[in-house]
Nanobody
Framework: QVQLLESGGGSVQAGGSLRLSCAASGRTFSRYDMAWFRQAPGKERDFVAAIRWSGDATRYAGSAKGRFAISRDNAKNTVYLQMNNLKPEDTAVYYC???????????????WGQGTQVTVSS
C-alpha cells in the first residue's frame, strides 16, 4: 500500500509555470507506475500524464504534450509534474495516482492523493 501527498499547487498567470510534487510513503515506491490526473469544476477527472515504475516511459494527454513533463525520483519517493506555458483551461485540482506495476501503462490506478489546486488566470 502507498499513501500519496501532492504539493506545489497555487495561482499563476497565463504563460507561467508550476511544478507539482507527489510524495509517496512506503519502501516499494519504485515498483509503482505513477500518473497525474486533474478535475476542473463541474467536469470529470481527466488523465494528464503517466510514468512507468522505471521512469523509462511516459505518456501524455494531448492537452499536456509539449507543455508538461512528468518525472520521478525513486530515491526520494517522489513524482513531479512540471507545467509550463499554463493556460486558464489548466485550472483544476491535480491528483497524483499510483498502481503496482504489472507491465505496460495501467488502465486504472488504485491509490490517489487528496489533490492540489492549480488556478491559472488570464
Amino acid at each position: 500500500q502507498v499513501q500519496l501527498l501532492e504539493s506545489g499547487g497555487g495561482s499563476v498567470q497565463a504563460g507561467g509555470s508550476l511544478r507539482l510534487s507527489c510524495a509517496a510513503s512506503g519502501r516499494t515506491f519504485s515498483r509503482y507506475d505513477m500518473a497525474w490526473f486533474r478535475q476542473a469544476p463541474g467536469k470529470e477527472r481527466d488523465f494528464v500524464a503517466a510514468i512507468r515504475w522505471s521512469g523509462d516511459a511516459t505518456r501524455y494527454a494531448g492537452s499536456a504534450k509539449g507543455r508538461f513533463a512528468i518525472s520521478r525520483d525513486n530515491a526520494k519517493n517522489t513524482v513531479y509534474l512540471q507545467m509550463n506555458n499554463l493556460k486558464p483551461e489548466d485550472t483544476a485540482v491535480y491528483y497524483c495516482a499510483a498502481k503496482w506495476s504489472l507491465g505496460g501503462f495501467p488502465a486504472e490506478y488504485d491509490y490517489w492523493g487528496q489533490g492540489t489546486q492549480v488556478t491559472v488566470s488570464s
